[in-house]
């Protein structure tokens, strides 16, 4: 048994591993370029709503600072698919696969920091701000417990064994 085999657990070759990986990565960002598309359209239409005009300058900037984010998010997140584009047959999946895997987690982290000034201007336009610290504080920690906290629990929890 070579250390590969001891790593993956599967008798696989770099290349067989680095598609398997390149196949569940891809179906990864399925789901999270689906959320934020969405997201990020319903954002570019705001601008247009005639509510738009009656935002505080706060609002506003919290509307430009959201829209920049759903951008850099959207980027991110499809820049896998671009990126297999580009280098497909060029032999260098494993490597590809790492770079993928990088763009997928700044996409993620931007997809939250999207989400994030989405809910703090949606609750300020809604409630006229009272309280939305703590509402958007607890939406936060939620995210990161089930994006972060509990697959990093389970990693640590499974790699021991």
Partial sequence: MTDQDRRTGRDETE????????????QEV?????????????????????????LSDADRAIYIVTVVLGASATGALIGPVSLHRLVAGRKVKPQAVRL???????????????M????VLILRVATGGSGVTWVVVAVVVWYLVCWYGLPFW????HSAR
């Avoid at 591993?17 to 990565?25: I, N």
């Avoid at 370029?33 to 709503?49: A, D, E, N, P, W």
């Fill in 100 to 114: 993928a895997s990088g763009l997928t987690q700044v996409g993620l982290f931007l997809l939250l920091a999207t």
């Fill in 154 to 157: 389970s990693r640590r929890r």
């Fill in 30 to 54: 399925r789901v999270a370029q689906t959320g934020v598309q969405i997201l990020f359209g319903f954002l570019l239409t705001v601008v247009f709503q005639q509510k738009y005009a009656e």
């Fill in 15 to 26: 290349e067989e591993r680095a598609d398997r990986m390149w196949g569940e990565l891809i």
């Fill in 116 to 119: 994030t000034s989405s809910l």
